[in-house]
């Protein structure tokens, strides 16, 4: 059974984080080998997917590559560069009853250093795009037949996808906040079209 869980509280992020603060700021971007690594695992799987039948005839190899690169881009997204580059956190955690509990984390407070604007458009893009790539895979793999190819788009949509799930999470909250978010915003497009009729009348 899944239960999800929403802490509000500030978190504990990298010690590195609050060094960033003391270095003058030479670029926007505070965490480049963070950034290069988010981008380079999973850029790199997708390359190697679309290129290896060119550069090898063994399915074997490719899918182990794809797989270890996938797994890798996982692991750096979900325990580093979302904590240093956008200062957000997701995990799982089993209680004494075996049940799961999912916890979704941002960083907030005054002490809190802001994340740099490119820093976070990297971040995002490249955590929007790269599932969004795997999708079109996933449709592309069973309209050509090539089913021996199935269970690695299978599995470029589930770890990148989980991804994209946590950090959405992170950022938005519960599953009552994004209602009350869509809620809100259809509400506020009702009144300024009330508004903008009585105008013209």
């Given at each position: ?14 010690d ?57 881009d ?20 089993v ?56 269970p ?50």
């Open positions: 059974m899944l239960t999800d869980d929403n802490n509000d509280e500030d978190v504990s992020l990298f590195a984080e609050e060094d960033a603060g003391k270095r003058s700021k030479k670029t926007n971007i505070r965490h480049p080998v963070a950034s290069f690594f988010h981008l380079f695992f999973r850029v790199s799987a997708i390359i190697v997917y679309l290129l290896c039948e060119i550069f090898s005839s063994s399915f074997i190899a490719c899918m182990v590559t794809i797989i270890l690169l996938l797994s890798c996982f692991w750096t997204v979900k325990n580093i560069t979302g904590r240093l580059m956008v200062s957000l956190r997701w995990w799982n955690q209680d004494d009853d075996g049940r799961n509990h999912w916890v979704f984390e941002s960083r907030k407070g005054t002490g809190k250093q802001p994340a740099a604007d490119s820093e976070s458009r990297i971040f995002w893009i490249g955590l929007i795009v790269c599932p969004v790539l795997w999708v079109v895979f996933a449709f592309s793999t069973l309209f050509s037949f090539k089913i021996k190819w199935v690695v788009v299978i599995m470029g949509v589930v770890l990148q996808g989980a991804n994209l799930y946590g950090y959405v999470r992170c950022k938005v909250g519960s599953r009552t906040s994004l209602k009350n978010m869509a809620t809100n915003y259809f509400g506020r497009q009702f009144l300024k079209q009330a508004l903008s009729k009585e105008e013209e009348s």
